[in-house]
């Protein structure tokens, strides 16, 4: 079963990942410094619904 934070989570990182390629290819730093920390932050909020997942399931 996946939740909502696990599914943020992984469309936040898509996000970033095409934010930091569209700054790489333009040359704009900020934009890819956005696209990167907008990754990190999927990652993060993913790894929230991995472990609510996983304390669910144990309960």
Do not use: F
């Not at 996946?2 to 704009?28: C, F, I, L, M």
Request: hydrophobic content about 35%; aromatic content about 2%; overall charge positive.
């Amino acid at each position: 079963m996946v939740n909502k934070d696990q599914v943020a989570g992984v469309a936040k990182q898509v996000k970033g990942s095409v934010k930091e390629a569209a700054g790489k290819a333009t040359g704009n730093k900020r934009t890819q410094a956005e696209g990167t920390a907008e990754k990190v932050a999927g990652k993060v909020q993913k790894a929230y619904g991995d472990v609510k997942e996983k304390v669910k399931k144990a309960l």
